[in-house]
């Protein structure tokens, strides 16, 4: 993957967090934002993403330890709000070729609402 993508210049998700591109939000605070999935694979697909660009979980610092552990506690927070917590739900971070990572700047994908087959395709 040529690394232009992983630009925040080019970044589509730096786009939502700036209001260039069009989202359906769902949480937002100083640090993240939450935004329903425009390709929805599950009755609830939810994005939760860091505002600061960072290009895939590899990248991630040890000074980033809060924020990533604060993008599962909004998700937990939504999976409350969506009614999908006692049903159940799956958190996922996909990372490069192998996982299919398209957009290269995190995003914790938040699935529920169905039975959700393990292993993953
Ligand atoms: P990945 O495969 O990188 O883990 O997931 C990227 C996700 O972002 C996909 O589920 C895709 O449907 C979603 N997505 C891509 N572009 C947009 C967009 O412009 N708006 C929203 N809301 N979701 C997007
Ligand atoms: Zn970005």
């Known amino acids: 993957m040529s690394k232009l993508f992983h630009d925040e210049r080019v970044c589509i998700f730096c786009k939502i967090v700036n209001g260039e591109i069009p989202s359906q939000k769902v949480y937002e605070d100083n640090d993240l934002l939450a935004f329903k999935d425009i390709q929805p694979k599950a009755p609830v697909h939810i994005l939760i993403i860091p505002k600061k660009h960072i290009p895939t979980v590899l990248e991630a610092q040890e000074s ?6 604060k993008m599962v506690l909004v998700a937990n927070k939504i999976a409350q709000d969506e009614r999908i917590a006692e ?11 192998d996982a299919g990572q398209a957009v290269f700047h995190i995003h914790l994908h938040l699935l529920g609402g169905r039975q959700l087959g393990w292993p993953p395709g």
Do not use: K, M
């Open 64 to 69: 980033d330890a809060r924020l990533l552990g």
């Open 87 to 97: 049903s159940g739900f799956r958190l996922v971070f996909n990372c490069n070729r």
